[in-house]
């Protein structure tokens, strides 16, 4: 029996327990660490034949919604929310391959806060990474603009919650929506 199962039975719950459910088990967070840091809560569900909460599936799809008017607003151009099960979540401008995560503030055994992103592939789909990191109230606290070539390889990326970090250079680089924009303009006039 896995230690969720082992939740699942004792709170006789239909469904992936949640991040709470879980630390509450336990008396820790090793565990909710260690689905965020492993493919997420959507995929431990799946591969364990759980559903999700409501308000877990929820989360993500707001701010994939969030993530559209964002970049209205930062760039002027207009997205669109691809299906459930698309490679990528939101498609810019008919081009720019878009994906989304958002991260609450986690806290390691040590007490270091800190925000997760599970990048889910080593061989990226998109062309760019919207990282949301989430405060103690769920508000966005930063908000980081990555082209996923600079994290090629990749699976994961953690970023302090309230201490300096190497993925700063990211925070608020809309320019990057404008650079790619620019790429697939110039290709859309050089086709066959």
């Not at 008017?69 to 391959?97: A, E, F, W």
């Not at 966005?140 to 990749?154: E, L």
Request: net charge negative; with cysteine; aromatic share 16%.
């Amino acid at each position: 029996m896995s230690e969720i199962d082992r939740v699942v039975q004792s709170l006789e719950l239909d469904r992936f327990p949640t991040h709470s459910e879980i630390e509450q088990f336990y008396g820790n967070k090793s565990l909710t660490n260690k689905i965020s840091k492993s493919g997420g809560t959507k995929y431990w569900a799946s591969r364990l034949g759980y559903g999700v909460k409501d308000c877990e599936s929820e989360f993500g799809d707001y701010f994939e919604r969030y993530a559209i008017d964002d970049i209205y607003q930062h760039t002027g151009l207009s997205s669109y929310k691809n299906k459930v099960g698309y490679p990528y979540d939101i498609t810019t401008n008919r081009h720019i391959k878009v994906d989304i995560k958002s991260s609450t503030i986690i806290e390691n055994n040590y007490g270091y806060k800190f925000h997760s992103f599970n990048l889910e592939k080593k061989e990226p789909t998109c062309d760019i990474y919207i990282l949301y990191c989430l405060n103690d109230n769920d508000e966005i606290h930063k908000t980081m603009i990555i082209p996923s070539c600079h994290v090629y390889g990749q699976t994961q990326i953690g970023i302090s919650a309230y201490g300096n970090s190497k993925w700063d250079k990211y925070r608020d680089q809309w320019k990057w929506f404008e650079k790619y924009n620019d790429f697939y303009i110039k290709l859309e006039k050089n086709s066959i």
